[in-house]
């Protein structure tokens, strides 16, 4: 869900220098993405405050702060929450109880070095994205995934 709560912020970010406001539907067709599965996203992120949402004709979702005061980590970890990263792939009684594994100290590694990564990308990139002709598709005749994506 993560995936596609980053892809409907991006899709948002590409329109907010407009001021408009993008539906659930335009947002799905936009990046080929289930509709229903776009509009639980847009509730979530809605409440956490990332997104504003307005009713009725006209209506539609713009974000609720500059995008870049929203970085890719804070999507991902709205959804994805803290993870346990001293869960180990060798199961149960290795890694926190003796020893590590032979894998922690890179999988340690590679998760900080994720973290980090995301905390410096944030939602202005993908203004930038747009402004060189990678727009946002908001035509009903692009192919919408089923809610498996």
Not at 13 to 19: F, H, M, R, T
Not at 27 to 49: D, E, F, H, W
Not at 51 to 67: E, S
Not at 77 to 87: K, P, T, Y
Request: proline share 6%; charged share 15%; net charge negative.
């Amino acid at each position: 869900m993560s995936a596609c709560a980053v892809a409907a912020m991006s899709a948002l970010a590409e329109i907010q220098p407009d001021g408009t406001r993008l539906n659930s539907l335009q947002i799905a067709n936009s990046r080929n993405l289930s509709q229903p599965l776009v509009a639980k996203v847009l509730t979530v992120l809605s409440q956490a405050g990332f997104v504003n949402g307005t009713r009725g004709p006209g209506g539609g979702y713009q974000l609720a702060r500059p995008a870049a005061e929203i970085t890719v980590f804070d999507i991902v970890e709205q959804f994805e929450g803290h993870r346990d990263v001293s869960a180990c792939p060798f199961g149960p009684g290795w890694c926190g109880v003796g020893e590590p594994c032979p894998m922690h100290d890179t999988l340690m590694a590679l998760s900080d070095s994720t973290a980090e990564t995301l905390k410096q990308l944030d939602f202005a990139s993908f203004i930038k994205h747009a402004q060189n002709g990678h727009q946002t598709r908001t035509d009903s005749k692009v192919p919408v995934k089923s809610d498996r994506s």
